[in-house]
């Protein structure tokens, strides 16, 4: 028989290999097989009885790896259309839906089982020489209940030889751990909106579609999900949720550890250890898992008797992945809703466009909560600080410092908000004009104090300050502009006797440290924060939110700048005021005139989505149209330029109703070292622009590299 092999190569076809004895029950296993002078993990899509390749040319595969349950026709379904939609070989998509250690052929250790004792045990242990105390010991402990394998490791316990003394006798056996019924322990009563929203939704259980929970901070979106989540438990269904940041995952674990005490919840990030991940893949795969909780890498992971999906805080670009296979996972998440007939609900307080566009014309369904869920607590009230009247020194306005103050001498909790970690974004001399910029991107070095250390936020690259100018020798270097770092400071000097914490991406690094701080952000006087704080985080005494440098988003040529800008505002903003102390939000800007700011101020989403949607439909941009692009990357410019120039030349012809621009530099055009340039495509039909892009594909694929790199991004964010 012939094996299908999809393999992480970048060439958009199935690979044959001959297999003695496969059957078609040995789709969606994975295989080692030879490729070239190496040898590949892949996996099998099809088997066939013959190949188009003549048999002289065939290489045996290797070993069919069975240790691991093959993959549903649900999940094989999934990666084809992410192939298909966003245009990369198949065997880049497997490669990238499966956890690190499943793309080896290395055994994956079993699923974490219990130890019991059996009737010969019992016996035994009657009977056994107290001169094996060892043994002796495990045997009595064993015959008190089931020991879980995390028992067996904890200190003091009896020695691994012991345990496998007592298998080879079979006193021991293994078996799979008990598990108790997920039930959903209830916390507070709803509220009327939620009452109407959850009877809604509850009406759609049954079958695929797609809803849009549309609800202002603290409305209590996350509970209506939780009253679902119980119900499709209760039949006897998985569920999936999504969440766009891997510092909200610990604090919605703890949650749903909670509020579903029996239930078995896996979490899936990249920041997770590769055998950690792998088994709880496996446990979901199994059907042992009962909810799947991760970023967006967790749409893969296969869930066999899948409810219901969630994406919460739909809109945030970190849904979009930048590398490699570039997807969606809210749209993978719509998809793979709809090939197991199932819900998918979308929930923000600041919903996409694009999903607002669709909620509104019907495809979604809408439902939305008005007012905040706990008793007394109101939207906070927005105020914006004129910086041409009230000049910023240090950073701060003298209303923002006097209202810190306030704070203070209430005990009650402040967070200032900048969106810029480091200390400063420029270190630059002030006598020539030398600025210190990244010599592998074209973007500025920042500079972060605490270590000393000058860094490429792009790239990584990192480097130590220098003591003087490079171009005339000037010692007197300065640092322009402000960083998270730099505030930080500023506060600690102008209120020695506080307690400040920052948190940011330098501040997090790694699981335990997060969790860390945000247990020590609960008892801070004042936090300083970047986006990580904008969403999901619940600060009963936080009062107010002051914002730094807010202006950044009113002007740039990406097209979703503002909706961007004013999704960050009213996320952060929403922090204030979430118990029953009254909230108030300070924006230092220059444009309090700004028809985002006045919006924000009335807690208008909808009037201010409407007026970016006629902007697009009159400027044909997303959601009216649709959208891919073309990039290259060498190391130099003019190839790139010249590969999009020559792919341009031999795009197919019958594109009357697509529009190919010229190629240009993207506006990051140097990247880790790699020029960039991109051609844009756009559409006002996904079908034609999609069958433009298969075929057009095909002849990329043919075409000389040259030294280029090159992908197509479908539904970009980026230009």
């Not at 970190?318 to 809210?330: P, T």
Request: charged share 25%.
């Amino acid at each position: 028989m012939i094996l299908r092999v999809a393999l992480d190569v970048p060439l958009p076809t199935l690979f044959d290999y001959r297999a003695q004895g496969a059957t078609r029950a040995d789709v969606g296993y994975r295989v080692l097989v030879p490729f070239g002078k190496k040898r590949l993990v892949g996996v099998i899509f099809d088997v066939a009885a013959k190949s188009k390749l003549a048999d002289s040319r065939l290489r045996p595969a290797e070993k069919i790896l069975r240790d691991v349950a093959p993959l549903s026709r649900e999940w094989l379904a999934l990666a084809k259309f992410c192939s298909a939609y966003y245009h990369r070989p198949l065997g880049e998509v497997a490669a990238t839906a499966l956890p690190p250690r499943l793309r080896t052929a290395v055994p994956v250790p079993d699923l974490p089982r219990d130890y019991v004792l059996t009737p010969a045990g019992r016996q035994a242990l009657a009977t056994i020489s107290p001169r094996r105390r060892r043994l002796q010991e495990m045997l009595s402990r064993l015959a008190a209940g089931p020991l879980s394998e995390a028992d067996l490791r904890a200190p003091g316990s009896p020695p691994r030889s012991a345990l496998k003394r007592g298998m080879e006798k079979g006193w021991v056996t293994r078996v799979d751990p008990e598990r108790s019924e997920p039930r959903l322990v209830q916390a507070h009563p709803l509220t009327s909106e939620q009452k109407a929203a959850l009877a809604s939704l509850r009406g759609g259980m049954d079958q695929f579609g797609v809803s849009l929970l549309f609800g202002v901070t603290g409305s209590g979106k996350t509970e209506i999900y939780l009253q679902l989540i119980a119900e499709v438990l209760a039949r006897g269904k998985q569920v999936l949720i999504l969440v766009p940041e891997i510092a909200l995952t610990p604090a919605l674990e703890g949650a749903f550890r909670g509020r579903f005490p029996g239930a078995c919840l896996i979490t899936q990030t990249s920041a997770m250890p590769d055998l950690e991940r792998a088994r709880g893949w496996l446990l979901s795969q199994s059907g042992l898992a009962h909810i799947v909780l991760g970023t967006r890498l967790a749409v893969f992971t296969p869930l066999p008797r899948l409810g219901l999906v969630v994406v919460d805080e739909e809109q945030d670009v970190s849904f979009k992945q930048q590398e490699g296979v570039r997807y969606s996972a809210r749209d993978l998440a719509i998809a793979r809703a709809q090939i197991a007939g199932s819900p998918a609900v979308l929930c923000s307080a600041t919903p996409s466009l694009e999903s607002w566009h669709h909620a509104r014309s019907g495809k979604y369904h809408l439902f939305s909560l008005a007012k905040r869920a706990i008793h007394g607590a109101v939207l906070p009230e927005i105020n914006l600080i004129d910086t041409r009247v009230h000049p910023v020194e240090d950073g701060f306005t003298v209303p923002l410092l006097e209202a810190l103050t306030a704070r203070l001498a209430r005990r009650e909790q402040s967070l200032v908000f900048l969106n810029r970690r480091g200390y400063a974004p420029v270190l630059a001399c002030p006598a020539c004009g030398w600025v210190k910029g990244c010599r592998r991107c074209s973007a500025h070095m920042v500079l972060h104090l605490s270590e000393q250390r000058l860094r490429c936020h792009h790239c990584g690259l990192a480097g130590g300050v220098p003591r003087v100018c490079p171009e005339c020798g000037n010692p007197d270097l300065q640092a322009f502009g402000r960083g998270t770092q730099r505030v930080e400071i500023t506060l600690a000097k102008k209120f020695p006797h506080a307690r400040i914490l920052r948190l940011d991406s330098d501040s997090m690094r790694g699981r335990g440290h997060l969790e860390d701080l945000l247990q020590r952000a609960e008892r801070a006087d004042i936090l300083v924060g970047t986006q990580i704080l904008a969403k999901g985080h619940h600060f009963e005494r936080l009062t107010l939110v002051g914002v730094l440098n807010a202006d950044g988003g009113l002007f740039s040529s990406d097209y979703r700048a503002s909706e961007r800008c004013f999704a960050q505002l009213q996320q952060v903003a929403g922090r204030a005021g979430r118990a029953n102390l009254p909230g108030e939000v300070l924006i230092q800007t220059r444009y309090p005139g700004n028809p985002l700011y006045r919006s924000l101020v009335n807690h208008d989403f909808a009037g201010f989505a409407s007026s970016l949607l006629a902007e697009r439909q009159a400027a044909g941009f997303p959601p009216f149209i649709f959208e891919a692009v073309l990039r290259a990357e060498s190391s130099e410019a003019v190839r790139a330029m010249r590969f999009l120039r020559s792919a341009i030349e031999l795009a197919p012809k019958r594109r009357a109703s697509i529009a190919l621009y010229d190629p240009a530099p993207m506006s990051l055009a140097r990247l880790a070292g790699a020029e960039r340039a991109q051609a844009l495509l756009q559409s006002r039909s996904r079908p034609r622009l999609q069958a433009f892009l298969s075929e057009w594909s095909e002849t990329l694929y043919r075409m000389p590299a040259q030294g280029v790199r090159w992908h197509l991004d479908v539904d970009p964010i980026e230009f």
